[in-house]
């Protein structure tokens, strides 16, 4: 695979794609490439738990349906990507291709999955193509999948709303999980994300030294 795949990046369209190899499906807008977890660039599908409605107004599993006509289309091909970024999570954010056609824009043409115009317009006009004929998702109505994601996140507050300090220089969150006691500084990356709860003992802390004399550890980002 390493040596055919080192062929495909020199005949593929980009010419300069950055990485190669079989595409596993994880969901609608994630891909492992080879060994590589790929979010791909400028769409946005719906989440695998994610329900739409049809043109007769029946709520359907959309989210999950998508997720296996893209595994139908694309599982086992070997693609090559063009490297954008790397997302938050640690992911590679890329443009992939395979047989010389843009995954992405196949993906949203077909109305499976929206252009992510917050962070590219790459699929603006695709995306309004699918809409007019609609294709795909837009046969029926859907919640935006990042509208989604917020009512979901939402929700989980909701039912476990986050401790405050009740001091406020005491903001340093030490959080129990299954990598031990770690505490969190504000510019640490999962910071805000962090919620204390002290009923799992987990805590607040005025100090780097007060959370280490306890035996919490550095978030490591």
Known sequence: MIRFCSLLLLLAKPA????????????????R????????HGIDAPETDQTCDDAQGRTWPCGAFVT?????????????????????????????????????????????AQAYRQYSMDYDLVEKSAQVLSLGLWAGTMQSPAAFR????????????????????????????????????????????TRINENRGERWFCSEADAQAAGWRAARN
């Open 16 to 31: 300069f794609a950055d990485f190669c190899g079989p595409i596993h499906v994880v969901d609608g807008d994630t891909l």
């Open 33 to 40: 490439v080879g060994d590589v977890t790929v979010r791909i």
């Open 68 to 112: 296996e006509e893209i595994s139908r289309r694309f599982e086992g091909e070997t693609a090559t990507c063009q490297l954008i970024e790397l997302d938050r999570y640690g992911r590679s954010v890329a443009k992939c291709f395979v047989d010389g056609r843009d995954v992405g824009e196949q993906i949203v043409a077909d109305g499976l």
């Open 150 to 193: 917020a009512d979901q996140r939402a929700a989980v507050l909701d039912a476990n709303p986050p401790s405050t300090p009740t001091d406020a220089n005491c903001f340093i969150k030490g959080n129990i999980s299954v990598s031990g006691q770690i505490y969190h500084m504000p510019h640490n990356r999962h910071y805000d994300n």
